[in-house]
């Protein structure tokens, strides 16, 4: 419900504006307290001040088991708890052990106390400290290079190869929960992004390609799987053209990432703009891949379409990517 306050002018040179008071009442706001402000564009957003203390979380977690305990941790997680209690009447070994795997699956958590009907786990991190620009230009380095090295792994035939590919995907989706849970916070307060030094749109758009280059993870490790059902080696012209596929795609990709982080509204149209007419010469190029499987076994061409409809994919995502790109340099209402 909105409410309007006459701002008033006191001693002469101070403006004051009253505090609704049921708003005060529900955030323990009285006489003496102390409030933040913080300046954002066009608004100024009061918070009231507190000490510095963890947030903490409980969870039951009786019927929580595999992987629906490992989606409830994280979401814990991801939602900003620094501390998090699971607890039951009982705790089994095999929630344990799902437990342990998923805190190490995440950025900064350990298990810091644990007794049969109850674990605790605490964020090591302090929240201020971390970069939500380092994080997204990390899932940058790790997914191109994923697809980069399962490409290379069809190339190849090695198996070694498409093995690591797989194993870290699990580094991209740590960085994406990471992501996620700074863009979060800063949704939850405007300290968050003051601390971050970036404004909540930015934020906004970090996450939002942050999330693109989590899918392109995927499909690089989509296609380190489908490698490993190739028996005999592909043909050198397949292989040529897939390369040529996949270079483009990467150049996409960077692209947008340029665009997203270039400084200059300009150059980030520029360089977004480039990218996202990138993407339908890349359509036609896999379409010309198709026609090559054509004349292959049935099987055999189908896992090589299921590629290159991966490798075409990273670019629409790139191509996304540089979509975020353009809205972050249009000039804002």
């Not at 797989?166 to 003051?194: H, N």
Request: hydrophobic content about 40%; proline content about 3%.
């Amino acid at each position: 419900m909105v409410e309007t306050r006459k701002v008033q002018v006191t001693g002469g040179s101070t403006y004051t504006v009253s505090i609704p008071k049921d708003w005060a009442t529900e955030n323990g706001v009285s006489a003496g307290s102390e409030v933040e402000f913080y300046p954002e564009g066009d608004s100024l957003f009061l918070t009231p001040r507190s000490e510095e203390e963890r947030t903490e979380g409980t969870l039951d977690i009786t019927n929580l088991e595999g992987d629906e305990l490992t989606r409830a941790v994280m979401t814990m997680y991801v939602s900003g708890f620094d501390i998090i209690a699971l607890e039951s009447s009982r705790i089994s070994t095999d929630q344990r052990r799902t437990i342990r795997e998923a805190t190490q699956s995440l950025v900064g958590l350990e298990v810091l106390e644990e007794t049969r009907d109850r674990v605790v786990i605490r964020d090591l991190l302090d929240s201020s400290e971390l970069s939500i620009h380092n994080a997204v230009t990390r899932m940058r380095l790790i997914a191109l290079s994923m697809l980069e090295d399962a490409i290379a792994a069809i190339a190849e035939m090695d198996e070694d190869m498409a093995r690591d590919v797989i194993q870290r995907d699990d580094d991209v989706d740590r960085l994406w929960m990471v992501v996620s849970r700074i863009f979060r916070a800063t949704l939850r307060t405007p300290k968050a992004a003051e601390e971050l030094g970036l404004p909540r749109e930015v934020c906004f758009d970090y996450q939002s390609a942050a999330r693109q280059l989590e899918r392109i993870g995927d499909h690089a490790t989509k296609i380190a799987h489908l490698s490993l059902n190739f028996e005999e080696p592909v043909s050198e012209e397949i292989v040529e053209a897939i390369w040529e596929l996949f270079e483009e795609s990467k150049s996409v990709v960077n692209g947008g990432m340029d665009a997203l982080f270039a400084e200059d509204s300009s150059e980030a149209t520029r360089l977004a703009n480039e990218s996202r007419e990138d993407v339908q010469a890349i359509d036609e190029r896999a379409r010309s891949i198709d026609e090559l499987l054509r004349g292959l076994d049935p099987a055999r061409a189908q896992l090589l379409g299921l590629i290159v409809d991966s490798v075409s994919r990273s670019a629409d995502y790139g191509g996304n990517i540089a979509e975020t790109a353009l809205q972050k340099a249009a000039p804002t209402p």
